[in-house]
């Protein structure tokens, strides 16, 4: 397994690109299923999970045409569904959880789907109630294996008014992809509205679906007979964005970040400013200027702040792990509330064996107090438990005085693209071990 090696504590200086974003990549690369037209894809990241979905469609018998960098076309018109009931797909399933988002567009088109039970970030329980539930509403009948997979079919899909217990981002994509061909009209009440979700609907429009209420929490679909294809774009990836600002911060560096797309950023850029934290709107970019210190606002009644996450446009829960590590540098104190996955704050111990001073108080709850660059992390050896921890670790070992080790670098590798080759770029001291 590779490892990078990171001589930490000296500032970095340039500009960067982001990525495309992988939670809208894995959202669109199975929207292709609904269609035998070809569509073209653009800005798609050179990701683990990416590849991984990609290395699924084309098991499945989707062509896949790469034009240029993160320029694919696509065209499912021969698919191979005997390949869902072999362990091969099975095994590819569990490793990303982005695979569960097949299920609908395969379900909708053709009426029977094998769901396995999805893997990724290991961050808390992670319920498929909102899938399930949202094709159950739409007609199909499951059959559960135990601990390995699903059956889903249906001789056809009726549109229905369908409520969301949990706004499940995943869930709210399944449901409006096989909608889409259902008879009559579905509507999604309590449906994730996050730029991806809206980046979804649009494709699908441009592809011939009826969808109306984008961006907002009620969806409404007309089901049509058939889509085609066409030619789409993947916004820049607002988590990659967060993490460079916070990079910015923790090291004291100058950077700018280049076609974020600020009207697609909601309120991160304001948590970001709430944490002491300069930055600047310079047309489409986002500018940092060299910070050697930040305070971290009160509230208007002196109390502490507190930073929690929420459906969007509240904040993704994605960024808690990097806000985290950007507050043990900060003046002040905070509170990170993570309210939607229990395990995802657990890497904090390696944070506070670097020198942090950080109080777990449950698994939802942490209380950072900040040493305002008085008392720097020191370089350690750490372990990357998931995508967002993992980048979250690798910009603390940047910020570190000294050398430290992060192992299994295969779940940075899943959500970051090219990651070390970038910092490099920016003056990093960071190199990949084989």
């Given amino acids: 397994m590779a490892s990078f090696k990171i001589v930490g504590g000296s500032p970095l200086k340039g500009e960067i690109k982001p990525q495309g974003a992988k939670n809208e990549a894995l959202q669109v690369l199975c929207a292709v299923l609904l269609t035998s037209e070809k569509l073209r894809i653009k800005n798609i990241p050179e990701i683990g999970d990416v590849k991984c979905l990609m290395q699924i469609l084309q098991n499945l018998g989707v062509i896949v045409k790469k034009n240029n960098i993160g320029d694919y076309t696509f065209q499912a018109k021969d698919i191979q569904l005997e390949y869902l009931n072999t362990e091969k797909f099975r095994e590819y399933g569990k490793s990303i959880r982005g695979s569960v988002m097949i299920a609908g567009p395969l379900l909708a088109r053709f009426g029977k789907v094998c769901m396995p039970i999805p893997g990724g970030d290991r961050i808390g329980r992670r319920r498929l109630d909102a899938h399930l539930r949202g094709f159950e509403s739409l007609g199909s009948h499951i059959d559960y294996k135990e601990g390995q997979y699903f059956l889903i079919h249906s001789k056809y899909l009726t549109g229905k008014f369908i409520l969301l217990e949990e706004s499940s981002i995943t869930g709210t994509a399944n449901i409006i992809m096989a909608a889409t061909l259902a008879k009559g009209k579905t509507t999604i009440y309590n449906a994730a509205c996050e730029p991806y979700i809206q980046q979804l609907c649009r494709l699908l429009n441009k592809m011939g679906a ?20 066409c030619r789409h774009s993947i916004l820049p990836d607002m988590i990659e964005i967060g993490s460079w600002i916070g990079l910015a911060a923790i090291t004291s560096s100058e950077i700018k970040i280049r076609n974020v797309s600020w009207k697609n950023l909601g309120i991160i850029p304001n948590i970001f400013q709430k944490m002491g934290i300069k930055l600047e709107k310079k047309n489409d970019d986002i500018y940092i200027p060299s910070q050697k210190y930040y305070k971290i606002k009160k509230l208007l009644n002196n109390a502490i702040l507190t930073i929690s996450d929420a459906p969007w446009p509240g904040l993704t829960p994605d960024l808690l792990s990097i806000l985290t590590v950007v507050a043990t540098q900060a003046k002040g104190s905070v509170l990170i509330h993570q309210k939607m996955f229990e395990s995802r704050l657990f890497f904090v111990d390696k944070l506070i064996e670097m020198g942090a001073q950080i109080i777990l108080c449950d698994p939802h709850r942490a209380t950072v107090i ?32 000294g050398t430290s080790i992060i192992k299994n670098i295969e779940q940075i590798d899943r959500g970051y693209e090219n990651i070390d080759q970038r910092l490099r770029i920016l003056g990093a001291n960071i190199l990949r071990i084989e």
Avoid: F, M, Y
């Fill in 210 to 229: 009826k969808i109306k209420g984008i961006g907002s929490n009620l969806i409404n679909i007309t089901g049509v007979t058939e889509l085609g294809g």
């Fill in 370 to 401: 900040g040493l305002n660059h008085q008392s720097s992390l020191r370089g350690s050896i750490l372990n990357s438990p998931d995508i967002r921890a993992g980048i979250s670790l690798l910009i603390a070992a940047l910020s570190a005085k």
